[in-house]
Nanobody
Framework: QVHLVESGGGLVQPGGSLRLSCVASGSTGSIVHMAWYRQAPGMQRELVAR???????TYATTVAGRFTISRDTAKDTMWLQMNSLKPEDTAVYYCHAHTFVDYWGKGTLVTVSS
């Protein structure tokens, strides 16, 4: 079992920045990769960024160049640095971890609005 807790969401103006954090606990040694997903109102959940055990990263085209995913396995923590935020980035952001099964956090709301 892996337990995930996100933090760092909030209200930010367009062009601003936020840093999301995800702290993992439990059987963290079995995690193969971790990722951030987001779900906007009325939309399906979508992949934002993924980081594999070896450090390889993948980004959605909509966030590439603006968002950076990182992870410290010693601290069991993953981050998502979000810069140049746009109103269309408004969503609930979820932390995801994959072992033999998928684990999800409860999400943190990011609102980009003036």
């Amino acid at each position: 079992q892996v337990h995930l807790v996100e933090s760092g969401g909030g209200l930010v103006q367009p062009g601003g920045s936020l840093r999301l954090s995800c702290v993992a606990s439990g059987s963290t040694g079995s995690i193969v990769h971790m990722a951030w997903y987001r779900q906007a109102p009325g939309m399906q959940r979508e992949l934002v960024a993924r980081i594999r055990a070896g450090g390889t990263t993948t980004y959605a085209t909509t966030v590439a160049g603006r968002f950076t995913i990182s992870r410290d396995t010693a601290k069991d923590t993953m981050w998502l640095q979000m810069n140049s935020l746009k109103p269309e980035d408004t969503a609930v952001y979820y932390c995801h971890a994959h072992t033999f099964v998928d684990y999800w956090g409860k999400g943190t709301l990011v609102t980009v609005s003036s």
